[in-house]
């Protein structure tokens, strides 16, 4: 029976620069990059060297701890460099992108057929597997184990998200294989989240709908699961991009790895927002040629302005970048800032006129707006936090390292996106999703 | 501003670390973010940030307070020249001066522990001051001396705020902590009927509504429309009920207070009043006070609006903040009505609440526990 729950709790963000639903050609990319930074709780051991020559779907690296999860690459080439940082940490591996597009076969199989081990090893063969998000802990999912339960969200609800139905139009088949792929791996029907009745994705076999009505973060899996099976401790729940279903699906029709994916190019600093078809992988220079407004100096994000990750024109595609966000910096200066009236600033609070103008949306930048506090103002997080958790308690355990305390107030439950809205209105500006991701980390090494 | 701004661009190198003037970095960056908004730039998790910040907060609560401290000016001017047989001006003039010692007293001798104590510990100046600072003038009578309101200020800053580690942290409303403290140290000077009105120079008694009230001269507690508007003598800021409501809306319309406390401490209060209007002897003076009155006296009104509702000192949750509340008020009344040492109960309530908020909070939470630990039990049974 599908569910449906009203949120109340929680925000939108209106920005400007919302991608409009046309997909422009972007120039093809000429080199590109996989980073192992992208990936969660995974020790990187590299299996190729500089000039190696590669196919799409060759590993690249695989991880130390369980050597079964292997990275490959996106695109066929040459290994032009590998990348390290401070300790020798590996950044990046940078691939000379060829025109013979070759694919390595991982051969076509019908899923329905096949037994959960094989469904897994080919998941993890053709590099695919590292799209599965393990909650606890949102890490790389461990092959080891069968969830309790798989979810996938339908619609991205965060600021200047992209449009799913719009970006998986029309790849009904791929969804529909990786829906039956995701069921065989834990037993169960997937459970999709979406916000409306009419959405093209309700009519796949093999999913349990439910829907979620309200603000931002409703479109969040941790909200979605919150919600409908909630995690304990031991308990395991899995994750994946509705795109990555997709990526899924393709796999076994097609028997390729095809690191393909629609992006929405998003942002006030942008000339022209629209959906752009590229690659994991691929240099962010290639997408955003010539579409910078270059008014200012801008922010390049790798994701939605509360969650992605800071990056430049040098920067590359991540593996799980569905969105690229440029706002302006805002390392300014403003004279008595917080006395003015401020009507072009946004605030969840009204405490600035902007509240007046409730459907405005805004051109925010990246200036902090305060300075760094202690935890002053209560009852803000919650109003953003649509769960049944005290969020201020639960940092203060992480803060104060209580593994015991975590536990009880409801960890296993949560990730650091699902904190972002609680970042973004503190007054204190206290660093929430840092906290919550080094809490995690704590949790994982404690216990396990 | 370009020239302030350059200005400051200019000095700052000598206030950083190995500058000459390094010891004074939290004063410098204090007064510097008081003047611009840092260009600091977000770093780690969401690259935009809500407009609001501390300063912002605190100045609305300021502003808030504004309505309730002009009147109470006026109203210093009224009860000293006994009505209004003056001007307009001549009686806030005269009770504007009366009152801006206070207010310079308390800010240069809390600001200065504050810088001093951000300088010892090399962190940033807090803006809590700010808002507490405004409070202890208009909590104190006006014939204070000024060297009184000095050390209770300063106590409640070291006391209250900085041995718990500074704004955020403290575990008491600190502008109560200076009150409770002059309460106890100089009664004579906190008590009683001469303290109330400025430069009493007639034989009219100076007693607030409360103590006339305690002593049982009921004839001579004011109708309460009076008391609503707020001509009557008490602590400056505290008598007009109509002032402190307007302050209540400015809070509630921007977010910065709470009407979950608010709401629950005059629910509580209320109840309270009616109750033991009811079952009091009648030869209990304060049988004869309604519940209404009892919310218009005093300063039951300031209290509820801006000491009860401290973000830090109250309870954190959303349910312990409606018990707390609401234990404040049925406090509040009861300190008031059956205790003959004390005549107003609103302050010892919000501390003895402030004290109790942890504990209503931790039961608050406990349930939440309990709740996730009982799914896990389920599920073991199924």
Known sequence: MSKVIKLKKGLDIKLNGKAKKVLVKSNEAKVCAIKPTDFLNITPRLTVKSDFVVKTGDVLFADKKNPRIVFTSPVSGIVKAINRGERRKLLEIVIQCDEKHEFKDFGKANVNSLKREDIVSKLLESGIWPSIIQRPYAIVADPGITPKAIFVSGFDSAPLGPDYEFVLNDRKDDLQTGFDCLKQLCGKNVNLGLKNTNSIFSNFKNIEINYFYGPHPAGNTGVQIHHISPINKGENVWTVNIQDVAMIGHLFNTGKYDPEKIIAITGSEIKKPAYVKTFTGASVKSLLDDNLKGECNERIILGNVLTGEKTNEEGYVGYYTNQISVIPEGNHYEFLGWMVPGFDRFSATKMFPSFLTPKKHYSLDTNFHGERRAFVISGQYEKVFPMDIYPVYLLKAMLAEDIDKMEQLGIYEVAPEDFALCEFVCTSKIPVQRIVRQGLNLVMKETN | ?382
């Not at chain 2, 910040?53 to 307070?65: E, F, H, P, S």
């Not at chain 2, 200076?178 to 309460?183: E, K």
């Open chain 2, 1 to 382: 501003m370009n020239l302030l701004r350059n200005f400051l661009d200019k000095q700052k190198p000598k206030f950083e670390k190995g500058g000459k003037m390094y010891k004074l970095h939290s004063v410098f960056t204090g007064f510097e973010s008081f003047l611009f908004v840092p260009d600091k730039t977000t770093d780690s998790g969401a690259h935009i940030r809500d407009a609001v910040d501390l300063k912002r907060t605190m100045i609305v609560v300021v502003l808030a307070l504004m309505p309730a401290l002009l009147f109470g000016m006026y109203n210093i001017g009224y009860q000293h020249f006994g009505g209004a047989t003056e001007g307009f001006w001549t009686i806030f003039l005269y009770g504007f001066l009366k009152v801006l010692p206070l207010i310079i007293v308390s800010y240069v001798v809390g600001l200065g522990i504050e810088f001093a104590a951000a300088q010892i510990r090399g962190h940033e100046i807090n803006e809590g001051f700010l808002v507490t600072g405004m409070l202890i003038p208009m909590i104190i009578p006006i014939e204070a001396p000024l060297w009184m309101v000095a050390v209770a200020t300063a106590f409640a800053v070291i006391i209250g705020k900085e041995i718990f580690g500074g704004t955020g942290m403290n575990i008491w409303n600190p502008a109560l902590l200076a009150r409770a403290f002059f309460f106890f140290s100089y009664p004579s000077q906190m008590s009683g009927d001469a303290v109330w009105i400025a430069d009493k120079t007639d034989v009219i008694s100076g007693a607030t509504p409360l103590a006339n009230a305690a002593q049982g001269f009921l004839d001579k507690i004011p109708d309460t429309a009076t008391m609503f508007w707020g001509f009557i003598p008490g602590s400056v800021g505290e008598t007009s009920t109509f002032c402190i409501l307007i302050g209540a809306i400015i809070l509630l319309c921007s977010g910065v207070g709470n009407l979950r406390v608010m709401f629950s401490v005059f629910l509580g209060g209320f109840l309270m009043a009616c109750l033991l209007h009811g079952l009091l002897p009648e030869t209990n003076s304060y049988s004869h006070i309604s519940a209404l009155q009892h919310l218009v006296m005093g300063g039951f009104a300031f209290g509820a609006v801006f000491m009860a509702t401290d973000p830090v000192s109250s309870a954190q949750t959303n349910v312990g903040k409606i018990i707390y509340g609401f234990l404040i008020g049925v406090m509040a009344i009861l300190i008031r009505v059956l205790n003959p040492g004390y005549p107003e109960g609103m302050m010892l309530a919000i501390l003895l609440m402030n004290t109790f908020a942890p504990l209503i909070d931790w039961f608050v939470v406990q349930s939440n526990i309990r709740r996730r630990m009982n799914r896990i039990k389920i599920n073991v049974n199924n």
